[in-house]
């Protein structure tokens, strides 16, 4: 009898300790979020903080007008495939506090809250026109494209932009022969005219390779992110465009690298034997140069060498035989930009 009574303790035992170790192993709650970057708009405000990987997840964003987040308290549930909010009829001049936590849904309907992320604060305003000629920050849109019509020569700046479904009409891989990485991906029609720009240089002994070919909206909004969060948003400005608005995103545009300069993502590409090769040969095959030095309060960016954008062959070299940006040539130059 003793026996099987230490036999079932022993059974007990091994359940108990087995009990313990499946909770031990029960996912913890969501980790806390932090904010890396919240912008203000006209009547309107957009954040973005770290995504979480899982098809359950879910955010939770609470806007109020006191840092104690008890007035005009507004609650926002966003799914887990987006990361960035932007809320309308919000008022201008208004001082405004945001924080947000990740919330997954168990199989049981159960809500498991993480802690919420420290708050930020921005005031609200219109963001439409600038007072000057520089172009700073995330102005407001004057128009967003929805689908591919097959223009060449479609416009994405900071004031023209793209719809986060937008996806390029005729694209194609791109062989590793002629990228950094795989999965890289053009426009067909830009992608015959790389290879052909390619195979010239390399007949002058010259090599470069594609670094950055087509974005999508999620992958230029964590690319935006990083350097919101690294390095700021007077430099992110310059440096990142805001998702939506990178002319990645089109299918046309590339960044190239090359080992003469250590396959370093600088303008020192500018001068070595690719870059000035590049510069002055890219327009026969139908690219231009599209962030040229000196030309920030049109583009809103600073000077790319590395960065080319395919517009078709008479275009480029209209465009860089007389110096313009693809603003200029189009004469759609920022609001309040004056001509000299």
Request: hydrophobic fraction near 35%; include cysteine.
């Amino acid at each position: 009898m003793k026996r099987i009574i230490a036999l079932i303790l022993v059974l007990i035992m091994t359940f108990t300790f087995s009990v313990d170790v499946c909770f031990a192993t029960a996912p913890d709650k969501p980790s806390r979020q932090k904010i890396t970057s919240i912008l203000p708009g006209n009547h309107k405000l957009s954040v973005m903080w770290n995504k979480v990987e899982g098809d359950n997840v879910k955010y939770l964003i609470r806007i109020a007008t006191d840092e104690n987040f008890t007035e005009n308290v507004k609650d926002i549930i966003i799914k887990g495939s987006d990361n960035d909010y932007t809320k309308t009829k919000l008022v201008n001049g208004t001082k405004y506090y945001v924080k947000v936590r990740t919330f997954i849904t168990r199989d049981t309907g159960k809500k498991i809250y993480g802690n919420w992320s420290p708050k930020k604060s921005v005031v609200v305003k219109s963001t439409a026109i600038y007072k000057n000629t520089s172009i700073t920050g995330v102005p407001e849109l004057r128009f967003r494209k929805k689908e591919d019509d097959g223009d060449l020569l479609v416009l994405v700046n900071k004031y023209y932009g793209l719809s986060s479904d937008y996806y390029p009409s005729d694209m194609v891989s791109v062989a590793s022969k002629y990228s950094t990485y795989s999965g890289a991906k053009m426009k067909s029609v830009a992608y015959k005219a790389f290879k052909k720009m390619y195979n010239a240089a390399a007949d002058k002994d010259l090599n470069f390779k594609i670094c950055s070919a087509y974005r999508s909206y999620s992958q230029q909004r964590s690319l935006f992110n990083n350097y919101m969060y690294s390095r700021g948003a007077s430099t992110a400005f310059i440096l990142s465009a805001y998702p939506g608005r990178s002319e990645h995103h089109t299918g046309l545009a590339i960044d190239l690298l090359t080992g003469r300069n250590g396959w370093a993502m600088s303008n020192s590409f500018g001068n070595t034997k690719e870059g000035k090769w590049i510069k002055k040969h890219c327009a026969e095959y139908g690219f231009i140069l599209r962030y040229p030095d000196g030309k920030t309060d049109i583009t809103g960016y600073g000077y790319e060498s590395w960065h080319l954008r395919y517009v078709g062959k008479d275009v480029a070299k209209e465009i860089m035989s007389n110096g313009l940006t693809l603003e200029e040539y189009l004469d759609k130059l920022p609001p309040g930009y004056k001509k000299s």
